[in-house]
């Protein structure tokens, strides 16, 4: 299985150049993206917010440890390590700050590009959002019918200050 893999599902993270996340994020309108999606239950807490993230995710069986710091732009350096299980577990009930994020990730492709959308539960439920990562920040791409407004520059939506201020308090 490979690092990006669970049971054939992808998981959205992708490194580019020593660790460099270049993502755009936008709203989703409508529920046009469901059919055959594939979903991914996601769990995540943060350790550290601010200038450096460190945020602990579990996504099934699989956990990991991420490193996160603004490079320009919508660019991020980013740092991804697997972590057992339990530890994870204990991070996340016992260490993280604010709420713990959860949420369930489908897998979209439209336009020979792969998306995640991500649909909030608990103090975030209502929220819906659609990912797509690229090479570079002037990358073109096809934008499916059912994204809404652009968040990608919107600090509300970053999913560490949505663990910090949930969107059920906006």
């Known amino acids: 299985m490979d690092d990006g893999q669970l049971n054939g599902i992808a998981v959205g993270i992708i490194l580019y150049d020593m660790g460099t996340e270049i993502e755009r994020k936008f709203l989703v309108v409508d529920d046009a993206w469901r059919e055959g999606a594939p979903a991914m239950p996601i769990r995540q807490g943060y350790l550290m917010t601010g200038a450096l993230t460190v945020r602990v995710r579990t996504m099934g069986e699989r956990a990991v440890l991420t490193l996160k710091k603004p490079l320009r732009g919508i660019a991020r350096h980013e740092f991804e390590y697997e972590i057992p299980a339990a530890d994870a577990e204990f991070m996340l009930n016992e260490l993280c700050e604010g ?49 809404g407004a652009e968040v990608s520059e919107d600090a509300r939506y970053l999913n560490s200050n949505l663990s910090q201020e949930p969107y059920c308090e906006w």
């Open 99 to 147: 709420h713990v994020v959860e949420k369930t990730r489908y897998e979209v492709e439209f336009g020979g590009m792969a998306w995640v959308v991500d649909v909030f539960e608990g103090e975030n439920a209502g929220l819906v959002v659609a990912e797509i990562e690229l090479s570079a920040e002037e990358q073109v791409f096809e934008r499916p019918p059912w994204l």
